[in-house]
């Protein structure tokens, strides 16, 4: 089978795994609701506004926005992946929801008029994108005086076993995932929390804030930890893809015993850490 190419356009490995995120929608969604809502709150959605998302994948913490500013208000939904945007449009029609937009958009250059937003949120897509600068400059220029932007990222690797392991599994096996986590749109380019304040002021927002949310990545059996995260972990989803079924076998027998520690009567519970940042337009 043909290795996917790590070089490949954002837009593509985001449309290629489209179909396994819109299939685990409601899981992707309630393990890190903390950070949903975190970030929610933190933009605080007023009735007849108007919220952007970034990199909204299929939606859901957008639709907690969209809820709150009501028939009277909006939710630009936006997405690289074309794939995602359609999963987006999917679960809003399913919900009943009228005052949503959609937009085949590249968060790092939003096309959008300046001033137009009252509020940006994005879960889990700032890191992954290979010029976040750009992002949040772009962030700044479209909201309105005093509108407020908030996302989030993950944390080390280290407080974020449930997909570390996996990693440190592949290695293990002797193959090595594409990719820098932590280099330019690696999965923890932005664990360090100094850095996203960084980020935030040189982008000329005021009142930078950073915290941590703590979660707990819950599966019932290892067949479900391995089918979600071989099928929904990006970049390492699409590489396992990419593997003999012997290769994938030895990582499936190597990660397991790594389990141990979280497992109890079969299930696991495995911690997961956030880092949850949010600042405002003066």
Same mark, same amino acid.
């Given at each position: 089978m043909v290795q996917p190419d790590p070089d490949r356009a954002e837009s593509q490995w985001s449309d290629d795994l489209a179909?396994?995120?819109?299939?685990?929608?409601?899981?992707?969604f309630q393990t890190q609701r903390l950070v949903s809502d975190w970030i929610v709150d933190q933009v605080d959605p007023q009735p007849g506004q108007t919220i952007l998302e970034l990199a909204a994948g299929p939606g859901?913490?957008? /639709?907690?926005?969209?809820?709150?500013?009501?028939?009277?208000?909006?939710?630009?939904?936006? !997405?690289?992946?074309?794939?995602?945007v359609a999963a987006s449009r999917r679960g809003a029609q399913a919900r009943g929801l009228t005052n949503v937009e959609w937009r085949l958009m590249d968060a790092q250059d939003i096309d959008l008029p300046d001033m137009s937003v009252d509020g940006v949120l994005c879960r889990f897509g700032v890191m992954l994108?290979? !010029?976040?600068a750009s992002a949040l400059a772009g962030s700044l220029r479209v909201l309105r005086s005093g509108g407020r932007l908030a996302y989030g990222v993950w944390a080390p690797p280290d407080?974020?076993?449930w997909v570390s392991l996996l990693v440190a599994a592949i290695l293990e096996t002797g193959h090595a995932p594409p990719g820098d986590p932590f280099g330019p749109g690696g999965l923890f380019s932005l664990a360090a929390p100094e850095r996203n304040r960084e980020l935030l002021d040189e982008a000329g927002f005021s009142g930078a804030r950073v915290e941590e949310i703590p979660?707990?990545?819950? /599966? !019932? !059996? /290892?067949?479900?930890?391995w089918t979600l995260q071989s099928r929904i972990a990006g970049r390492i989803a699409l590489f396992l893809s990419g593997l003999s079924p012997d290769d994938i076998d030895a990582i499936r027998t190597?990660?397991?015993?790594?389990?141990?520690?979280?497992e109890s009567d079969g299930a696991y519970d495995i911690p997961s850490l956030a880092i949850g940042a949010c600042a405002q337009r003066p």
């Amino acid at each position: 089978m043909v290795q996917p190419d790590p070089d490949r356009a954002e837009s593509q490995w985001s449309d290629d795994l489209a179909a396994a995120w819109e299939e685990h929608r409601e899981y992707l969604f309630q393990t890190q609701r903390l950070v949903s809502d975190w970030i929610v709150d933190q933009v605080d959605p007023q009735p007849g506004q108007t919220i952007l998302e970034l990199a909204a994948g299929p939606g859901e913490t957008g /639709f907690v926005a969209a809820e709150r500013v009501g028939p009277e208000g909006k939710l630009i939904s936006t !997405d690289v992946g074309p794939g995602m945007v359609a999963a987006s449009r999917r679960g809003a029609q399913a919900r009943g929801l009228t005052n949503v937009e959609w937009r085949l958009m590249d968060a790092q250059d939003i096309d959008l008029p300046d001033m137009s937003v009252d509020g940006v949120l994005c879960r889990f897509g700032v890191m992954l994108m290979p !010029d976040p600068a750009s992002a949040l400059a772009g962030s700044l220029r479209v909201l309105r005086s005093g509108g407020r932007l908030a996302y989030g990222v993950w944390a080390p690797p280290d407080r974020n076993p449930w997909v570390s392991l996996l990693v440190a599994a592949i290695l293990e096996t002797g193959h090595a995932p594409p990719g820098d986590p932590f280099g330019p749109g690696g999965l923890f380019s932005l664990a360090a929390p100094e850095r996203n304040r960084e980020l935030l002021d040189e982008a000329g927002f005021s009142g930078a804030r950073v915290e941590e949310i703590p979660g707990v990545m819950h /599966f !019932d !059996d /290892f067949e479900g930890y391995w089918t979600l995260q071989s099928r929904i972990a990006g970049r390492i989803a699409l590489f396992l893809s990419g593997l003999s079924p012997d290769d994938i076998d030895a990582i499936r027998t190597t990660v397991q015993p790594m389990l141990a520690p979280f497992e109890s009567d079969g299930a696991y519970d495995i911690p997961s850490l956030a880092i949850g940042a949010c600042a405002q337009r003066p």
